[in-house]
């Protein structure tokens, strides 16, 4: 019943910048955390960075002062803004939300399918 898509994706060179979007829909209730992970070939996913309902924002080491997450509430949006792009930020690029459906009084967390971000050297 909920789905998270991500669009913004795709190749860019080193230095340049990127905007990725993921929009939550479906039978939701309510959304808690919302946020990016990756995972780069042969790498375990990490964070990128998280965003509060209320704002509150945490960051992967290799992200601070580079990347920006952002969010809008009335649209079940959250968004990753990315500067001074480096080759190693190649990786697949996930959402996930931590929310809880209609029929749930659990927080569950959902992911989206990822969205390849390539930057060339």
């Avoid at 669009?7 to 939550?24: D, E, M, N, T």
């Avoid at 990315?82 to 927080?107: F, H, P």
Wanted: proline content about 1%; hydrophobic content about 35%.
């Amino acid at each position: 019943q909920v789905r998270l898509v991500e669009s913004g994706g795709g190749l860019v060179q080193a230095g340049g910048s990127r905007r990725l979007s993921c929009v939550a829909s479906g039978s939701i209730f309510s959304i808690n955390d919302m946020g990016w992970h990756r995972q780069a070939p042969g790498k375990q996913r990490e964070l990128v960075a998280v965003i509060s309902s209320v704002g509150t924002t945490i960051y992967g080491d290799s992200m601070k002062g580079r990347f920006t997450i952002s969010r809008d509430n009335a649209k079940n949006t959250v968004y990753l803004q990315m500067n001074s792009l480096k080759s190693e930020d190649t990786a697949v690029y996930y959402c996930k939300a931590k929310l809880k459906i209609l029929q749930s009084r659990l927080w569950s967390d959902y992911w989206g399918q990822g969205i390849q971000v390539t930057v060339s050297s």
